[in-house]
Each structure stands twice: as structure tokens, then as C-alpha cells.
């Protein structure tokens, strides 16, 4: 099972909050979300665990962290690697099982995620 591709990938999209994160950096017009914009967006995240998965999610190669240092204190934002946008359409083939076997909404039926205030 080591060598199990899917095990592999689960290892690293399946944490808790780690698909979640990877949508709210979906959403909206603006591609570049700061630390506290992810948080309040994601509501019930502790700090230590949004920090945790950005880490992870950079090294990973999902999301990339731009800094501008020419201020003080410096401004990190984060936005979605070319890799983090791909796997968006497994989020969106996972709304659509959802909405398919799960779950009546016919309002998230009609949503385009990336405008969704849900």
C-alpha cells in the first residue's frame, strides 16, 4: 500500500481542512487570499492548523506564497499553484456527487463555486 498512488494523494489533500482551504483560495475574483482572510472565511480554523496545512500545501506544490517585504510588518498572501487549480476540479466532481447521491440543494445545484458565499 506504500506505493498506492491514491494512498499517496490521500496523504496529502485528505487532512481536515485541507480541501477547504484549497476552495476558499478558489473562490472570489481575487486570486491572492491573506492569513486572516483564509480564517475568517474558514470560520472554526485555529491559527496552528490554517498555518500548519499553507505550510504543507506549499510544499506540496498546491498553493505558492508571495511576500512583499518592502513593507513592515511584510504582507504574505497565498493563491493556487497551477497544480492547486487542477485538483479544483476534483473539489467540483466531488459537489457533484454530492448534489447527485447525497444532498438536494438546488441553490449549490445552480452555484459556480468560485462565486459561492457558502
Not at 9 to 16: C, P, Q
Not at 101 to 115: D, V
Request: proline share 3%; net charge positive; with cysteine.
Amino acid at each position: 500500500m506504500k506505493d498506492c498512488t491514491v494512498y499517496k494523494t490521500m496523504n496529502i489533500i485528505g487532512k481536515r481542512w485541507t480541501i477547504h482551504i484549497l476552495l476558499e483560495l478558489h473562490k472570489g475574483e481575487k486570486k491572492e487570499k491573506r492569513f486572516n482572510e483564509l480564517k475568517r472565511k474558514l470560520g472554526y480554523i485555529t491559527p496552528k492548523i490554517l498555518s500548519e496545512r499553507l505550510t504543507e500545501l506549499e510544499i506540496e506544490g498546491l498553493i505558492a506564497k508571495k511576500v512583499d517585504d518592502s513593507i513592515k510588518p511584510p504582507k504574505s498572501e497565498y493563491y493556487l499553484t497551477e497544480s492547486g487549480t487542477d485538483f479544483v476540479k476534483i473539489i467540483q466532481a466531488i459537489k457533484r456527487w454530492g448534489l447527485k447521491w447525497k444532498f438536494q440543494n438546488e441553490e449549490c445545484e445552480r452555484a459556480i463555486c468560485m462565486y459561492c458565499d457558502h
